[in-house]
């Protein structure tokens, strides 16, 4: 199914000038570099600016979607429904608002991810120095869109995997470290030994 058919979509907003961060008041914002590129749910602290009086649209509250349109890769995190307070999206993040009937937020973003989309995306991105893809590419982007229970399955096994991933390599990193430890004190008694002769 179409994401046009599956979600609201729309830029977040664009700002005039540098952003500079307040230490008091203004509002929270989500920016390009708090979307990390494996598609993590991005948050909790973002920092804050003043950015006047905007539109209720720029602002994310929980349960949307926001991609990076931008740059390489174009991935999409799902915001969690725990944000304290509502948090403005900024240009070039866009905004999903998925129809809950029918999509899930965290399985919008893993379906966007997934090698086949990301293909069709790199297919029709714009611009040689700095990748771009066009709103109506992403709002043409065909999904698979089965049940909600299958939806929260795919997800909850897609978050385990990852957790997998990162166990595998958290273990291969120590191995490493540990082998190196054991070669040093081996070498370093092997010299003792030859110094003692």
């Known amino acids: ?23 008091k008041g203004g509002v929270p914002a989500l920016q390009l570099r708090d979307v990390a590129v494996d598609g993590a749910t991005p948050g909790p602290n973002f920092q804050r600016y003043d950015l006047g009086k905007l539109s209720d649209h720029y602002f994310v509250r929980g349960g949307e979607v926001v991609f990076r349109s931008r740059g390489e890769p174009n991935t999409a995190a799902a915001v969690g429904n725990a944000l ?11 905004i999903m608002r998925p129809d809950p009937n029918f999509v899930l937020p965290e399985y919008l973003a893993w379906a966007i991810n997934q090698p086949g989309a990301q293909r069709r995306l790199g297919a029709e991105a714009q611009g040689t120095s700095l990748r771009m893809i066009p709103m109506r590419v992403l709002e043409n982007l065909d999904i698979a869109v089965p049940d909600l229970s299958t939806q929260k399955r795919i997800v909850e096994l897609s978050a385990l995997a990852q957790q997998e991933g990162r166990l595998l390599r958290e273990i291969a990193t120590r191995k490493e470290q540990l082998a190196s430890i054991i070669l040093s004190e081996a070498a370093m008694a092997a010299d003792q030994k030859e110094i003692a002769q």
């Not at 609201?8 to 005039?16: C, K, L, M, V």
């Not at 304290?84 to 866009?94: N, Y």
Request: charged share 15%.
């Open 1 to 23: 199914m179409r994401l046009a058919g599956l979600c609201n979509i729309h830029s977040g907003y664009t700002a005039r000038g540098k952003l500079e961060p307040v230490s």
């Open 84 to 94: 304290a307070e509502p948090v403005a999206v900024i240009v070039p993040l866009l």
